[in-house]
């Protein structure tokens, strides 16, 4: 992938944070370019969850600067993040079970509609823009007027997908998006990341799994007790410098 001509969506630099006598990051930089999918790697305690938290405005860093389309941001809470284009889909998906595909879409931004002067939601209209949201993607729900507890998983890694898309994500972050999937369900989600990709979305992957790391990412930064200790292009490593790297020392 040639991004040598292409702006950075997200720029950080000189990222530090700190729990009481924890360093939970220490002077991490990170780029990611329209297009591209970076994965995050590291052992457990590496950093990764402080890092993604970080640039989805949960934690405000200590020092540091986060450009978003090159300009320099202060995130102060998730709902500023996601207004400015960068959602995350963690691994608890936060979706609504008791919802359908639209009601979960829309979730804190309902449609209203109001017959005789009183307000209600909109439920047809929010299932059939979330449906054309998620046949973009190549995604179909058969039932969508049905409750999201009766999709599978990763069905509903799907619905948390298309609902960063119709939001107009440019920057999206998945947590763990193919833990406790089939493999076929795998599959599907790497399709979407792939189509994402050609959407000109970047896209940050973190997962424990080196195989689907070395399937659908172009680069990745390997995280180790808070620090940034490597980056490399997936073409240009292996799985055995990868582990050496989350492990050395």
């Known amino acids: 992938m040639n991004i040598s001509n292409k702006d950075p969506l997200l720029d950080l630099e000189h990222i530090s944070k700190r729990f009481g006598g924890l360093q939970a990051l220490k002077d991490v930089a990170l780029t990611l370019y329209p297009g591209e ?48 284009g960068i959602e995350t889909i963690y691994q608890d998906l936060a979706i609504a079970d008791n919802l359908d595909v639209g009601g979960n879409v829309f979730l804190g931004r ?94 940050i992957f973190i997962s424990h799994n080196l195989n689907d790391i070395f399937q659908v990412s172009d680069r990745i930064l390997v995280l180790r007790r808070g620090e940034k200790v490597g980056e490399r292009l997936i073409s240009e490593t292996n799985h055995d410098e990868v582990v050496r790297m989350m492990v050395a020392g």
């Not at 934690?59 to 540091?64: I, L, Y």
């Not at 978003?68 to 102060?76: A, N, R, S, T, W």
């Not at 909109?122 to 969508?144: F, G, K, N, V, Y």
């Open 110 to 203: 309902e449609i209203v509609k109001r017959i005789c002067g009183l307000p209600f939601v909109d439920r047809r209209r929010m299932r059939q823009e979330a449906l054309e949201t998620l046949q973009d993607l190549d995604i179909h729900i058969h039932h969508p007027e049905n409750p999201l507890r009766s999709l599978s998983g990763g069905q509903r890694q799907s619905v948390a997908i298309g609902r960063a898309i119709h939001w107009k994500a440019r920057v999206l972050i998945m947590d763990e998006p193919t833990a406790a999937l089939g493999v076929p369900e795998q599959r599907k989600v790497m399709e979407i990341i792939e189509r994402l990709k050609k959407s000109g979305v970047g896209v």
């Open 37 to 84: 999918v970076l994965a995050l790697a590291g052992d457990n305690g590496a950093g990764k969850s402080t890092l993604i938290k970080t640039i989805s405005g949960v934690h405000k860093p200590d020092t540091g600067t986060i450009k978003y389309c090159g300009q320099v941001i202060h995130l102060e809470t998730p709902h500023q993040a996601r207004d400015a």
